[in-house]
């Protein structure tokens, strides 16, 4: 700016603006669910329904406090499975039954996250666990995110414990999202892929099946989505986290109350010298006061989650039958969906390698298992589906543990963008150039504009491609940058305002299948 002295015309030359393109941020996760509590730590302000930015498994649990921990009926076991076996000579098959199918999963999924390599996220809290997540309180959780910049991945792990026809709606509309905005990819966990009933080989084929059916939709851009299955067996949730206060003994059922009571004097007194079983005794009358032979006592409550800790450790220590039930209740407790840990996954694979690597042949940390063993036979037609909707799988290896063993977007049967790594580089390349670009929206729109914004942009690319982000052994078959009238504009263009500018990009893709070929040479042939 001159300084004005005396009267007169001062004349001052603006250049063109110098602009260099900088990278987006790649890894910024987005997670919708439902949590104990949502509320600013700092001045108690609600937080529900609000996106809030949280880098730590701490500082998620001051803003939207602890863990569900869900209360089970015990109900007889069957063709279907069980959870435990009575210590009788007929070993009865029991099986832990969720009240109300109020199961939740973010806080669990958010410890994967973290323990996966996660970092900076955001956290949209869609209600507490009074009652199971809802279509309209998702819905309005993922409202809330459509108009944020910074998201580059959605997750919402509470999603698939609803019914189909709404697990389909929110799955579509979150695809909806990403597409519109094309700056964020959705982590797809299968509808019912936590439930019980589907932790088997033999339901494998339906679950697939009806997924296909849920997504299915017009208008949708599927390469900004990718699921994963099955759901994890995980170690997030110790022993010390699950007792007798998950047992709908409090009134709730009591069916469930005679017949753990039932179990627990048996073994007692079967098992337990005399001059040692009164203490035990009284343990099980604080719990079960007068239930199917147990003693008369002074009752704890279920509030009293200390007292109901120390009855645990003294039952489980005592009698192998609650140790056995105490540990069906934590493996009920650790079966997650898979997209906390993917996302994790993704940001560890971004911040070791770059985005155009294939978030896959990944160990996961916290999972001792996928809940579904599957072979090559299996995945087979969940990565070659004929409607493009590729399901990526976990499967556990000899020597290896639990993989990530898939890396394909649902537009499976488009080559360009079939694998995640392709898709999410050009979500970076075009973010990062649109960002920058916007420098550009008061500068003359003439030559010198389109010169100094192809140079911008050829900078940066230029710098992916050493980076190995782009193909080709020089830039010039990596990527062409064309900004001029007559070729990417016409004078209606210009006249109109319009500064396009044309990208031409040679992405890296994944190298999934790898052929050995050996020759071996006889002597003397």
């Known amino acids: 700016m001159p300084t004005f002295r005396t009267p007169g015309i001062y004349i001052e030359e603006l250049r063109v603006p110098d602009t260099q393109v900088m990278g987006v941020p790649t890894a910024v996760p987005a997670f919708i669910g439902c949590t104990e509590k949502a509320a600013d730590p700092g001045t108690g302000e609600p937080a529900a329904f609000k996106p809030v930015a949280i880098a730590s498994m701490a500082e ?8 569900h921990r869900p ?20 070993g009865t098959p029991y099986r832990l039954v969720p009240v109300g199918d109020a199961v939740f999963h973010l806080y669990d999924a958010m410890r994967l996250y973290f323990a996966n390599g996660g970092g900076h996220c955001r956290v949209v809290s869609v209600g507490g666990y009074g009652k199971p997540a809802a279509l309209a309180d998702l819905k309005r959780g993922l409202d809330a995110l459509a108009g944020l910049n910074g998201p580059t991945i959605l997750a919402a792990p509470d999603a698939c414990r609803l019914n189909h026809a709404d697990y389909g709606r929110f799955a579509t ?19 019912g892929s936590t439930r019980p009933e589907n932790l088997n080989a033999a339901a494998v084929k339906a679950q697939v099946t009806a997924f296909h059916a849920d ?18 067996r995980t170690t997030t949730v110790g022993t010390p986290e699950a007792g007798v206060g998950n047992l709908a ?8 109350a005679d017949i753990l009571a039932d179990l627990l004097v048996k073994q007692a007194k079967a098992t337990i010298a005399p001059a040692q079983l009164d203490p035990v005794m009284k343990v099980i009358a604080g719990i079960l006061p007068g239930r199917a032979g147990a003693p008369q006592g002074t009752p704890i409550a279920r509030t009293d989650t200390a007292a109901l800790a120390r009855a645990t450790d003294v039952l489980c220590a005592a009698l192998p039958v609650m140790a056995r039930i105490r540990q069906a209740i934590v493996d009920r407790m650790n079966v997650q969906p898979p997209s906390g840990a993917m996302a994790g996954v ?22 001792a298992a996928p809940a579904v063993p599957l072979t090559d036979d299996d995945q087979m037609p969940l ?6 909707h590729s399901i990526n799988v976990i499967r556990t290896f000899r020597e290896l543990g639990p993989r990530v063993w898939g890396a394909r977007t649902l537009d499976n049967n488009n080559y360009d963008v079939r694998y995640i790594a392709p898709r999410r580089t050009l979500i970076f390349i075009e973010q990062s150039i649109r960002k920058a670009l916007t420098a550009y929206a008061v500068a003359a729109n003439n030559k010198n504009t389109w010169m100094a914004a192809i140079e911008a942009v050829t900078r940066f690319l230029q710098s992916v491609w050493r980076e190995g982000g782009l193909m080709g ?12 009238l007559g070729t990417t504009m016409t004078a209606q263009d210009v006249q109109a305002r319009r500064m396009i500018v044309q990208v031409n990009l040679s992405i890296t893709q994944p190298g999934e299948f790898i052929k050995l070929m050996f020759v071996q040479e006889v002597a003397g042939s």
């Open 60 to 67: 998620f649990v001051r803003w939207f406090g602890g863990a």
């Open 71 to 90: 209360v089970f009926r015990i109900a007889g076991g069957g063709p279907d499975g069980q959870d435990f076996a009575a210590p009788d000579a007929a």
């Open 173 to 191: 509309a979150m695809l909806a999202q990403c597409g519109q905005r094309r700056d964020r990819i959705a982590l797809i966990d299968l509808c």
């Open 215 to 232: 997504i299915a939709g017009d208008g949708l851009d599927y390469s900004f989505g990718a699921a994963y299955y099955p759901a994890l």
């Open 249 to 256: 003994i409090f009134g709730e059922d009591p069916a469930t």
């Open 346 to 367: 993704i940001c560890q694979t971004d911040a070791k390698r770059a985005v155009w690597s294939a978030p896959a042949n990944v160990s996961l940390a916290s999972v």
């Open 383 to 388: 990565a070659t589906a004929p409607d493009g």
């Open 473 to 484: 052994s020089m830039p010039t078959q990596a990527f062409d940058v064309r900004c001029d």
